[in-house]
């Protein structure tokens, strides 16, 4: 089946009981038993809901992937895959995540006594320098956030399966249309579906996809046991988002394509990192792996003076300024003090990601609504 079809149709079944097309939002917290241990596969709503069943069938068809798992939030599922591992284990992930990734692996797990190795990702073989006797994981996110750039998959999955090593990749930035890790080798799929999957700013969840049922058992038994399960109420909406996420996603990669264009020919604009450009130092990697290059994109002004990028952060009107991003509306927000502030200073500006930095999550609204609204700010400053 082809991606727009998958979106529509897998997971969701008419509901046994009625015929109804929509799976219906099963809000329970138990269910009866016909005698002890006897039951439908549903005991206990924290181990599984129909609604959430549901929701997770058609989120593995769409990262072909045989299991998902869905989560109450996205670092609900990344803290799921740490807790595969021991205290003394070592993992390599990227020196540009996103900040509550890096958070959490800094502040919670090295106290915890795993020891996360931050470094250059964008070129594969840097892994084979950091790999040691205590390696489990290597946890990778492409296009980065916020600073786009593209770390070749299959490459880290190859040096991966020579130490045997996990691989898990965030791939909330491309969601599953453009781009699918366990295609190229990866074993588990994350997504904050709180973006794009669900896509309408309303919801915050995570998922896990694997094809390894061995992998997807222990993570399910994690889950189970620490109890980060999202509410059926919110697996309806997301299944409901699901249903037009390629519809979105091609006016979000067409939006962020014209939006990426206008501000590179704009006299004002210094930098603009987006991966559909050719000259972006990993254009032809997102080439072979991605589908398009998606609704995100940042970009610098040319004068570095943090007061006129936030000037442009308040004039603007179409978009909003805030968190987050994948939702139908355009955002605007700015990583320094807002989703990277948790970062050191030294730690981010050495890795490129200045003070004047701007990110957008292009909207599916009209790109000339979206450009006019981005010319009257870059003309106040
Ligand atoms: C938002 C986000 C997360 C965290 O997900 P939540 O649903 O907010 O918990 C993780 N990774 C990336 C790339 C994100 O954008």
């Not at 079944?13 to 099963?26: K, L, N, Q, V």
């Not at 990866?186 to 896509?199: F, R, W």
């Not at 559909?276 to 997102?286: D, I, Q």
């Not at 003076?305 to 603007?316: L, N, S």
Request: aromatic share 6%; net charge neutral.
């Amino acid at each position: 089946m082809k991606f727009g079809t998958k979106a529509v149709h897998a997971g969701v079944e008419p509901d046994p009981s009625t015929g109804a097309i929509m799976t219906p939002i099963y809000q329970t917290s138990t269910y009866v038993q016909e005698e002890p241990a006897k039951h439908k596969g549903y005991a206990y709503a924290r181990g599984a809901n129909p609604t959430r069943a549901a929701l997770q069938k058609s989120i593995a068809a769409l990262e072909n992937g045989r299991f998902a798992l869905c989560f109450s939030s996205g670092m609900g599922a990344t803290d799921t895959v740490i807790k595969l591992l021991n205290a003394g284990d070592e993992v390599i992930t990227g020196n540009d995540l996103y900040g509550g990734s890096y958070r959490m692996f800094k502040r919670v797990y090295e106290r915890l006594g795993i020891r996360f190795h931050f470094i250059d990702l964008t070129q594969a073989e840097n892994i084979k320098n950091h790999i040691n006797n205590k390696t489990r994981l290597i946890w990778l996110e492409t296009p980065t956030n916020p600073l786009m750039n593209i770390v070749d998959i299959a490459a880290c999955t190859q040096i991966a399966k020579q130490h045997n090593l996990l691989v898990a990749v965030d791939n909330t930035f491309a969601s599953p249309y453009l781009q699918n890790p366990l295609d190229l080798g990866a074993d588990i799929v994350m997504h904050s579906v709180t973006k794009y999957l669900s896509g309408h700013s309303d919801v915050i969840m995570g998922a896990l996809v694997t094809n390894d049922e061995k992998l997807h058992q222990e993570l399910a038994f994690i889950q189970n046991s620490c109890g980060a399960v999202p509410g059926p109420q919110d697996c309806f909406l997301v299944l409901r988002g699901i249903k037009t996420l390629h519809l979105r996603m091609e006016r979000h990669c067409l939006n962020g394509r014209k939006i990426a264009e206008y501000l590179q020919s704009h006299p004002k604009v210094g930098k603009v990192y987006w991966p559909g450009f050719p000259s972006h130092p990993n254009h032809e990697v997102a080439r072979r792996q991605m589908r398009d290059f998606g609704g995100m994109l940042s970009f610098t002004l040319k004068d570095d003076d943090v007061e006129k990028a936030k000037t442009v952060m308040k004039q603007v009107k179409v978009f909003s300024l805030a968190e987050s991003l994948g939702g139908v509306e355009s955002l605007i927000n700015h990583p320094a003090s807002m989703t990277h502030a948790s970062i050191p200073r030294e730690e981010r500006i050495k890795n490129g990601l200045t003070d004047t930095l701007i990110r957008l999550s292009i909207g599916i609204e009209d790109a000339e609504d979206l450009i006019d609204d981005l010319k009257q700010a870059l003309d106040q400053v």
